[in-house]
């Protein structure tokens, strides 16, 4: 079978969960994944299993796989692994087609018994012609499935696509990637990935036509070179977004601990992740960022951008950050600056350089004016606006609400009126009042489009990465194309 037909695995019509235990259990896996799937809506049919029998959530628990009347595609093991090779066999007998492990103490642990395990229920499946996801994870996530580990994620399904080595870590990218308005196609969160591993799911992501956009969690890889060639192949034709640790020898030494994963020198990993194409990055939070941008953002022509917001020191943070970052911020020509000075009463406490301060906005021609100013500069590639909200001194709560909430109509108003790739900037909101004002704020550009970010530093690296990216993608084409690779 091809790595790229693992349609099956997330549309299954049947699930039967192993490890089930009535609902007066105080700890119940199996029966926390019952309810996700439940609370999520999952629209097949839901089989608790355990040996005791009994009945849960007005379902039948039934005693073994065997006595299911009807078929069974996908099993979620939550069952000691002592118990899964039975397991695993029974499965096998049923006809049915994917195994999920939650269950854990398998390759990842020190015990030689667990390596054991792990390659016994493999031997087992594959004579059967079951898939196994994990063990010891989460599994997946899959709205149009109607799968979830979660019951509160988004029910909504997006063009975003995930592979994680760590349940956790999927678990807070859907949360964050939420927050900012951004939904999934598939998210798989691997475990060991003792069959299925990272490269099978990144081929199959790179040819999922629901799947625009591909993020990872990675702590080490079994093929080195079958991955590297699979994210180049991908990246060609998708953003590949990568979180890769276990660059330290202590993250190292964890990453063996979780999922048995063989990490890498950071360096090393950097140059080759580069050189395929893929975008690095070091959290999840900048892993939304990436995918915002891609989401809501054409692609820069070049590196040149203009900053335009209210507050000078402010200014100054931003001018340091977005160089440092690897952006230019071009100067305006003497015609374009006089402009600039020329659609307010006095040049006096703004600055009309790059970064643009334009304390007191006056009016809203003046704002659209300097737009247009902006915008008619030939070197111009970038238009970036920023909105401070705990920066302003001598201005009280009210009045500084009434500022921003202008300034933000101003910008939302700019949607269709420019024609320049354009992301917005919230920061420096430190009291809880502009903390609400930023997330209400957020909400209203995101549902309008915008990539928005959430600090000065968050956005110059997202946006010089993506640039970097636009850029790599030119020159392999070129590559591929020269007379010499043909």
């Known amino acids: 079978m091809e790595a790229f037909d693992l349609d099956f695995l997330f549309h299954p019509k049947s699930i039967a969960i192993a490890g089930v235990k009535d609902a007066n259990a105080t700890f119940n896996t199996g029966l926390m994944f019952l309810k996700a799937l439940t609370g999520f809506g999952y629209p097949g049919r839901l089989y608790p299993l355990n040996p005791k029998g009994g009945e849960v959530m007005g379902l039948k628990i039934y005693k073994t796989l065997k006595e299911i009347p009807g078929p069974v595609d996908y099993v979620i093991s939550a069952v000691p692994s002592r118990n899964t090779p039975e397991l695993v066999a029974d499965a096998a007998a049923k006809g049915v087609k994917a195994i999920h492990f939650f269950t854990s103490g398998f390759g990842e642990i020190e015990n030689i018994e667990g390596k054991k395990l792990q390659g016994e229920i493999l031997r087992i499946a594959r004579r059967g012609g079951i898939r196994i996801i994990g063990p010891n994870c989460l599994g997946l996530y899959c709205p149009a499935g109607g799968l979830s580990f979660n019951p509160h994620a988004s029910k909504e399904s997006g063009p975003v696509g995930m592979i994680s080595q760590s349940g956790g870590n999927a678990s807070h990218s859907i949360a964050e990637g939420n927050a900012r308005g951004v939904r999934f196609s598939k998210v798989i969160s691997m475990g060991n990935g003792a069959d299925l591993n990272e490269s099978d799911y990144l081929e199959y992501l790179t040819h999922d036509p629901d799947t625009r956009i591909i993020t990872a969690y990675i702590e080490g890889i079994k093929d080195g070179p079958r991955f590297l060639n699979a994210v180049k192949a991908a990246a060609r034709i998708k953003p590949v977004i990568i979180y890769k640790v276990g660059a330290s020898e202590a993250g190292a030494e964890a990453a063996v601990s979780h999922t048995t994963a063989l990490a890498g020198a950071n360096e090393v990993w950097e140059g080759l992740l580069r050189q395929v194409g893929a975008i690095q990055v070091h959290s999840i939070e900048e892993m939304i960022d990436m995918v915002v941008t891609f989401l809501h953002m054409a692609p820069p022509a070049g590196k040149n ?20 970052a690897g952006l230019s911020l071009p100067k305006f020509s003497k015609k374009s600056r006089q402009k600039l000075i020329g ?53 009280n709560d009210e009045d500084k609400e009434l500022m921003v909430g202008v300034y933000q109509w101003l910008i939302l108003d700019l949607k269709n009126k420019t024609n320049k790739p354009m992301a917005v900037i919230l920061h420096s909101f430190a009291s809880d009042k502009s903390k609400k004002m930023a997330s209400a704020m957020r909400d209203s ?42």
């Open 305 to 324: 951008t203009v900053i335009v917001g209210i507050g000078g020191g402010a200014s100054v943070i931003l001018a340091d950050e977005f160089s440092q």
């Open 343 to 395: 659609h307010f009463s006095s040049e006096a406490g703004r600055i009309f350089k790059n970064p643009v301060d334009m304390n007191n906005l006056e009016s809203p021609e003046a704002f659209a004016d300097t737009i247009k100013t902006i915008e008619a500069e030939d070197n111009v590639n970038l238009l970036v606006l920023h909105i401070a909200f705990d920066h302003f001194g001598l201005v």
């Open 445 to 486: 550009f995101t549902k309008e489009g915008f990539a928005v970010f959430l600090s000065i530093r968050s956005a110059a690296v997202a946006l010089n990465k993506y640039i970097q990216y636009q850029q790599w993608l030119k020159a392999d084409a070129r590559g591929r194309n020269h007379p010499g690779n043909k």
